[in-house]
């Protein structure tokens, strides 16, 4: 059965930094593309950052230039670092992972980041 777990959520003060973690029991976990979405409270979840299997990246505006994502296909997981944080990126934030071959995503159960001082 297929795991997505997230971790290295928390709280932060405004301008701090945190590295979420996506750990994923897939197998030909190098074959997946890896997604990070983040869901405000009281708001529709919304994409923030995206890495191929060709470890190609995209961002969401919002977060371009402060937010890195990233993979360590030896390890099964991906990461998101995330500086100069705000308040406005308070979230709970998911992990997704998808094939360009496959339809559909597996998710993980999200990790909450709250920036507040």
């Known amino acids: 059965q297929v795991q997505i777990v997230e971790s290295g959520g928390g709280l932060v003060h405004p301008g701090g930094s945190l590295r979420l973690s996506c750990a994923a029991s897939?197998?030909?976990?190098?074959?997946?593309?890896i997604v990070w979405y983040r869901q405000p409270p009281g708001k529709q979840r919304e994409f923030v950052a995206r890495i191929s299997s060709g470890s190609n990246t995209n961002y969401a505006d919002s977060v371009k230039g402060r937010f890195t994502i990233s993979r360590d296909n030896a390890k099964n997981t991906a990461y998101l670092q995330m500086n100069s944080l705000q308040p406005d990126d308070t979230a709970l934030y998911y992990c997704a992972a998808n094939r360009d071959d496959l339809l559909g995503q597996f998710w993980g159960q999200g990790t909450q980041v709250t920036v507040s001082s």
């Open positions: 897939l197998g030909n976990f190098s074959m997946y593309n």
